[in-house]
Every structure is written in structure tokens, then in C-alpha cells.
């Protein structure tokens, strides 16, 4: 059966190879027209209806609407760290349109991939503003759409926790490139700018110093471990996602720090290859994943300063390799 299989798929390949363009189809040669977004913003208008009216389209001005502007923007600066550090068009690979919906419900105090785009509110005016304020938060949801195309790591517990850093890593890689910062320059915060000026904080997360990102009366104090022996054994959060994540966050910014320059070149090349590599499932978990940053480090690099430094990471937040 193997055998006839074979037979036919080349059979049908050799079909394809002699069939004549089709009339108005372009020359073989012609080159592929370089990849571009294909962005559209919609206005909720503090409802929850999806995705909203559209206010601005691809090539359009910038509307009067500074939410609209940066969300168009913040999509843009995602398509160009994918396309332009990893050579991948838009998201999924395949030049997926990138969706944004602005003035999400009221006071809506959070962001949110679902599955085909993302979802923003205006914030509560008390603790959280406008959450398109920060380029890395709409990095980090639309990376929730690049792990959905890739890995598909499922949202709960440390292969949930992974699919949160890996929303971190890229997020912030979206900041770092669009300012043009070295891993030393870059301030590994999430969300910075996004806090009320009430509240005692920088930013939701650290990946720097996981655990130190805010400290306030209201909100209490960042949870996050940077290493296994504090790990958060919780139902609440998918089992505890937002909070485990800080583990494998600080991994990545140990190993790009220790590597130094653009963390996107080397560090972030190998953590993208991990994500596209087809070697994770679903429930893949820490040590699968450092394991695979290794695999992936040699298998680009050889022997050296990258694997030594993806190494030295994982060890430092305790996870095994
Ligand atoms: N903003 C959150 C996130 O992207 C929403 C959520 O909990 N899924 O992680
Ligand atoms: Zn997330």
C-alpha cells in the first residue's frame, strides 16, 4: 500500500509540474510580492458584540482615535518583528488578516486573544488604563494567535504557564524591536505604563525580576516566581498561568542577556524555532521545553555560546535539562 501510495502522490506531482499556467496566472519567475499586513481595527463602542464597526482598514489614516491608532500600530509593529526577525508572514505563517477590537464593554479592565483576534478595553480608570497603551501587551495577545498556530500549548498548568511566557517573550521582543533595544537596554517589563497612577507599580510583569512588578495596597504584591522552588501550586488561573510563567519568562531573559545584542537575533531565533519546530504537543512542559531550547540552540547554532548560554538559563530557574 506504502508502495502505491508513493506511486500516485508522484504521479500527481509530475502532472502538476507539466500543467500550463493557467491564462492571467503570473510568470513562474515572477518574484512573490514581499509580504505585507492586512490590518483592520473595529470599535466596540463599549459593547460586547464582535468584532464591532470598522473604523480603519489597512493603508487608511489614522483616525481621530488614539486607541484605533495604537492598536493599528501595535498590530503592525507584531506583523514586522515576525516578518522581518523570523521571516514568518503574519502570525500563522500564511499572511493571517490581523484583527483588533478597540473600547471593548465598559471599564473593561483586560485584553484578550479569541481565537481569530484580538480584544481590548479601555481599562477601569482606577487600577488599569487604556490597554493598548503598551506595544508588548498587543504583542503578547497576538502571540496568543502565533502559539494557537504553532505549538498549541494548552492553557493550563506549566504547558499553560509556557503559552503565557511565550505571549511575554515575543511581546516583548515586538517592544524591543520596534525601539530598537539591545537585550542590556530593554527593560523586560510587561504592561509598562499601563497602571493607574494610583497604583504602586511599573508594569503586570517582570521578566527581569519576576515577583517585583508592583507592590500595592489594592492589588497586593506581583506573584511571580523566577525559579522552580517557588513554584505556585494554584487552582485559580488555569493553575496558575499568569503567575508560573514568570519561570521560563526569566529563562529567556537570562539567556538573551547572557547572550547579549538584540534578543530577537539569537535568543528569540531559537525560542521561535522551538515554537515552529513540531516537536512540542500540547501538554508540553518545562523540562520539554528547555529540552527543546537546547535541541534547538545546537541544531542553528552548534556547539556554542548559545547552547552554553540556553544551558546556564534553565539551570539558574531550576528547571532540568
Ligand atoms: N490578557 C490575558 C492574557 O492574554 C487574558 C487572559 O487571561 N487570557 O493572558
Ligand atoms: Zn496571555
Request: charged content about 20%; some cysteine; overall charge negative.
Amino acid at each position: 500500500a506504502a508502495v502505491a501510495r508513493r506511486t500516485l502522490a508522484a504521479d500527481a506531482s509530475a502532472r502538476a509540474a507539466r500543467a500550463l499556467p493557467r491564462p492571467g496566472s503570473p510568470p513562474a519567475a515572477a518574484p512573490r510580492a514581499a509580504a505585507r499586513p492586512h490590518r483592520t481595527v473595529h470599535d466596540c463602542r463599549h459593547g460586547t458584540d464582535l468584532p464591532g464597526g470598522k473604523v480603519r482598514a489597512e493603508g487608511e489614516e489614522a483616525t481621530g482615535d488614539a486607541a484605533v491608532n495604537r492598536a493599528y500600530a501595535g498590530l503592525g509593529a507584531t506583523f514586522d518583528l515576525f516578518l522581518n526577525a523570523f521571516g514568518r508572514d503574519s502570525i500563522d505563517g500564511s499572511g493571517l488578516p490581523l484583527i483588533a477590537s478597540v473600547h471593548y464593554d465598559r471599564d473593561y479592565a483586560n485584553a484578550f486573544w479569541n481565537g481569530e483576534q484580538m480584544v481590548f478595553g479601555d481599562g477601569d480608570d482606577e487600577i488599569f488604563l487604556d490597554f493598548t497603551l503598551p506595544v508588548d501587551v498587543i504583542g503578547h495577545e497576538l502571540a496568543h494567535g502565533f502559539t494557537q498556530h504553532t505549538a498549541n500549548l494548552e492553557y493550563f498548568s506549566q504547558s499553560g504557564a509556557l503559552n503565557e511566557s511565550v505571549s511575554d517573550v515575543f511581546g516583548s521582543l515586538v517592544k524591543q524591536y520596534a525601539l530598537g533595544q539591545s537585550a542590556e537596554a530593554a527593560d523586560w517589563l510587561i504592561g509598562e505604563g499601563l497602571f493607574h497612577p494610583n497604583v504602586q507599580g511599573r508594569a503586570l510583569r517582570s521578566m527581569k525580576a519576576p515577583g517585583t512588578a508592583y507592590d500595592d495596597d489594592v492589588l497586593g504584591k506581583d506573584p511571580q516566581p523566577a525559579h522552580m522552588d517557588d513554584y505556585v501550586r494554584t487552582s485559580g488561573d488555569n493553575g496558575g498561568v499568569h503567575i508560573n510563567s514568570g519561570i521560563p519568562n526569566h529563562a529567556f531573559y537570562l539567556a538573551a542577556t547572557e547572550l547579549g545584542g538584540n534578543a530577537w537575533e539569537r535568543a528569540g531565533r531559537i525560542w521561535y524555532d522551538v515554537m515552529t519546530g513540531g516537536t512540542l504537543t500540547p501538554g508540553t512542559r518545562f523540562a520539554e521545553f528547555a529540552a527543546a531550547t537546547v535541541k534547538a540552540a545546537k541544531d542553528r547554532y552548534g556547539d556554542g555560546a548559545e547552547i552554553q548560554a540556553v544551558l546556564k538559563s534553565w539551570a539558574a530557574v531550576g528547571v532540568p535539562v
